[in-house]
């Protein structure tokens, strides 16, 4: 999976209904990225849906878009924006 800033980030699927299932989901689709990193970045992104109060669904769209942007960005799949070290070093360690 790669994106550039004119391609729209792509979205795993609209059934996901819950956090859980968001989270395989987006596991499923990195693969070769932590399953601890992907999580912890849906942590934050969880914590800033629930800051701005948005309902379940919509926290879940938003959070999915915040995460698949970071984890694109980190890994160096963003052709804009170089992955950085720790991530480089993570993604590597795993594969
Ligand atoms: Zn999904």
């Keep these: 999976m790669r994106t550039d800033a004119t391609t729209p980030i792509p979205r795993c699927c609209t059934t996901h209904s819950d956090w859980a299932g ?6 499923a689709d990195f693969g070769g990225v932590p399953t601890k990193a992907i999580v912890d970045e849906l942590s ?45 070093t993570a993604v590597a360690n795993v594969a």
């Design 22 to 27: 968001l989270a395989r989901h987006l596991v």
């Design 44 to 88: 934050h992104a969880k914590r800033a849906c629930q800051l701005f109060q948005l309902g379940n669904q919509d926290a879940l769209d938003c959070a999915e878009l915040i995460v698949r942007n970071r984890v694109l960005i980190a890994t160096g799949r963003s052709p804009s924006v170089p992955a950085t070290v720790a991530w480089r």
